[in-house]
């Protein structure tokens, strides 16, 4: 499985992140066009497979900085978002000139409740709509993807109808996306599944997983979206997006890396990147990463509890089930703390260069645990110094 030459294409999952237009939409996350093309070609160093740059229709800052993401981006596609109206349409080919693979984004509401109080359509517009918005994306690029807004609340049966007939108008990406956050593991997964029997001409179509996360879920449907089928998951790094975010990017890889029997699937991420992708992240935004946040928080692989800590100097798959290198980070580390044990301590005096025999140690790890108790985090600094302290007193 992670011999790349030994991977079946098919069991390939296309990273499409829209960090740059579904992130960068969101409260506290917008950037200047110079820190969304800085940020554009650290995604492409990432490899990801697409960039969804922008929405260019929405502002002027927006066209211009998909103008230049589109024209110095290299490494992977650029996809902008259209809703399915001529003008912004028009807008995206504008902004996709010079890219060397363009894909045009159009997307339009399905779901009963979208219909009627958004839009005020009935679905055969809806329907008629999506048609003409495919058609006229298809006039300006070959790479066309449609999404039905709000999927997860639309009838499954239109859903499959309206599908059909965006890969009839010549769509190649069908994206479903839980707009709201709204769906279970379980019935994402059975979604794909009906879709990819009822849309007629799936074959010639990739099915997209777009999930967002305000029940917390949104790695894990896009896992069992994946189960059901999809072929390309839309997310962001540091699971930046509208409200609670959408799927968290370097979560998802290394759910496929580590489980990637399991869902018999794989990306091209090279995941020694993603650490240094989500801190430039935060540095652009300054939005922080939560410190207990999965592959990327600074706790990820951060060990306090004596037990833990003496279960890592033995064996580090103890409590690591994958290794901090990679996912960018230095190493695993071991904070010393209130709950530290004498087995962490002696290792770290070890690594700061002090040879103590057994009553030494003892002395240090009795003021060690007095200071820890005063301390939050005891500090290599601290260590030193009450080791120095023994020694004089000795
Ligand atoms: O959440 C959503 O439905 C979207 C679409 C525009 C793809 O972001
Ligand atoms: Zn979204």
């Not at 703390?337 to 790890?365: K, M, P, Y």
Request: proline share 3%; with cysteine; aromatic share 4%.
């Amino acid at each position: 499985m992670n011999d790349p030459a030994s991977r079946d294409p098919a069991s390939r999952v296309r990273i499409f992140d829209t960090s740059l237009r579904d992130g960068e939409q969101s409260p506290g996350c917008s950037m200047t066009p110079a820190q969304k093309l800085r940020f554009a070609h650290a995604l492409s160093e990432l490899g990801v497979d697409v960039i969804e740059a922008g929405f260019p229709a929405s502002s002027e800052t927006d066209m211009g900085a998909v103008r230049a993401i589109a024209r110095e981006v290299r490494g992977a596609t650029v996809a902008t978002l259209a809703r399915c109206h001529e003008g912004d349409i028009e807008a995206c080919a504008r902004a996709l000139d010079g890219a060397v693979h363009p894909r045009i984004h159009v997307f339009i509401s399905t779901s009963p409740l979208h219909r009627e109080h958004k839009l005020g359509l009935s679905r055969e517009q809806v329907l008629e709509r999506a048609v003409m918005g495919v058609e006229l994306a298809r006039r300006h690029a070959d790479d066309v993807e449609f999404s039905a807004e709000d999927a997860l609340r639309t009838e499954p049966e239109f859903l499959a109808q309206i599908c059909s007939a965006a890969v009839a108008a010549g769509a190649r990406t069908l994206n479903i996306p839980d707009t709201v956050g709204y769906t279970t593991p379980s019935e994402i997964r059975s979604l794909f599944e009906y879709l990819r029997a009822n849309v007629v001409g799936a074959g010639q179509a990739v099915f997209s997983a777009h999930c967002h996360n305000d029940l917390g879920l949104a790695v894990a449907n896009s896992l069992a979206a994946i189960e059901g089928g999809a072929r390309q998951v839309e997310c962001t790094i540091n699971g930046i997006g509208e409200r609670a975010g959408n799927c968290a990017l370097e979560e998802l890889v290394m759910a496929l890396r580590v489980r990637g029997e399991y869902y018999g699937a794989h990306t091209r991420i090279d995941s020694r990147r993603l650490v240094p992708t989500s801190r430039l992240l935060s540095r652009i935004t300054g939005m922080a990463v939560q410190r207990n946040k999965a592959v990327v928080g600074q706790n990820a692989f951060a060990h306090e509890s004596g037990i833990h800590q003496h279960g890592m100097l033995k064996h580090r798959g103890t409590y690591e089930i994958m290794r901090p290198e990679d996912v960018g980070w230095a190493q695993s580390q071991m904070v010393m703390g209130r709950h530290s044990g004498r087995a962490a301590l002696s290792d770290r005096l070890q690594t700061l260069g002090f040879a103590l025999d057994e009553a030494q140690l003892n002395s240090v790890f009795a003021g060690f645990k007095a200071l820890a108790e005063k301390k939050r985090e005891v500090f290599d600094a601290d260590l030193e110094a009450l080791v120095l302290g023994a020694d004089k007193r000795a």
